[in-house]
Nanobody, 120 residues
């Protein structure tokens, strides 16, 4: 099970930190990803982190603003979002890859999502 938290309403230029708590499996053996879906748009992958945390990826639109991290001892993955823009408004989901998967693997376990709204 994956449970996201930390979403909310923030002004442009503001920051949020999303958390995703995993339970029922050993998160260490899975790459973890953050995805988002805005109204009327397809879901896109925002960021991914390998099981060890040694590899991270970001979609171009968030590079330099977002940072993904994980604490396997707490079975939690985070997404720090800075310099938020209105176009970052979306539902953000975390997901776990297949067992021993990397960031190129399929993501097969999903949370329910947390809403992020960037507006003045």
């Amino acid at each position: 099970q994956l449970v996201e938290s930390g979403g909310g309403l923030v002004q442009p230029g503001g920051s949020l930190r999303l958390s995703c708590a995993a339970s029922g499996f050993t998160m260490d053996y899975h790459a973890m990803g953050w995805f988002r879906q805005a109204p009327g748009k397809e879901r896109e992958r925002v960021s991914c982190i390998s099981g060890s945390g040694g590899t991270t990826t970001y979609t171009d639109s968030v590079k330099g603003r977002f940072a993904i991290s994980r604490d396997n001892s707490k079975s939690t993955v985070y997404l720090r979002m800075n310099s938020l823009k209105p176009e970052d408004t979306a539902i953000y989901f975390c997901a776990a890859s297949t067992f021993y998967g990397n960031c190129n693997a399929n993501f097969t376990s999903w949370g329910q999502g947390t809403q992020v709204t960037v507006s003045s």
